[in-house]
């Protein structure tokens, strides 16, 4: 039998009854159950989504449950059910997707961007096309806001400086240590931005990037790093 959750929050009594439904629903004709975008559900909602896993055989039923990748989400779900990793769109079929809407050509570095950036997803690619501040400014923007704060500030500082500037440069512009600096730059890594050159440099994944980094910053914002660069 299945254990009840620890917390007693009824997450199990609630799963149990939504079985019991679909067996009575899907008595008489098979049904197809979806969960879209499952890497933005709740934890109940998950919940659910495995229990299901575990009791679909049981059922008339197909489900399908469709998210980004995810470690976390397909633990307990890879186990009852099938996997199928569908890929991103390529690098060619990017390009396509924003000439239908009217964008581009790019240059090569910054479709690079776009296509690294979005993991070729099509929801993505679409938004990026249909941005109404051009698509390597789009793409940015949505980078820029999943960075930490501090992070956050001192990326269009950075980007000041020049194509490649030095850590050391760097942090002596943000007024934070070497060691700040770098792990900053691991997470410009980790969502496109820029990349470790060499062994004290960093350089941005474009020169399309640089610029939009640096629109992040306010006039006089933009005057006191000149000033200080």
């Known amino acids: 039998s299945e254990p009840a959750p620890a917390d007693g929050d009824g997450m199990f009594e609630r799963a149990v009854a939504v079985v019991d439904q679909l067996r009575e629903t899907t008595a008489e004709r098979p049904g197809l159950l979806i969960l879209d975008d499952a890497h933005a559900a709740d934890a109940p ?14 059922l008339r ?10 470690e976390s989400l397909t ?6 059910g099938t996997l199928l990793a569908l890929r991103g769109l390529s690098r060619p079929e990017v390009a396509a997707v924003l000439a239908e809407h009217g964008v581009g050509p790019l240059a090569d570095t910054d479709l690079d961007f776009i296509v690294e950036a979005t993991g070729g997803h099509p929801a993505d690619v679409q938004r990026v096309a249909m941005g109404d501040t051009g698509p390597v400014r789009t793409v940015v923007a949505s980078r820029v806001a ?10 269009p500082r950075a980007a000041v400086l020049d194509a490649s500037p030095r850590l050391a440069e760097v942090a002596a512009l943000g007024g934070v240590s070497d060691h700040d600096a770098s792990r900053a730059l691991l997470d410009l890594e980790r969502q496109h931005l820029a990349r470790r ?3 004290d440099r960093m350089a941005f994944a474009s020169e399309s990037v640089r610029t939009a980094l640096a629109a992040e910053l306010s006039p006089a914002e933009l005057l006191e790093v000149h000033a200080r660069a």
């Open 146 to 155: 999943d960075l930490p704060d501090e992070v956050r500030e001192l990326a």
């Open 45 to 58: 909602t998950l919940h659910l989504a495995r229990f299901l896993a575990r009791h679909v055989r049981t």
């Open 75 to 80: 633990t307990g779900l890879d186990q009852d």
């Open 197 to 199: 050159e060499g062994p």
């Open 61 to 70: 039923l197909v489900v399908i449950v469709a998210h980004r990748p995810s």
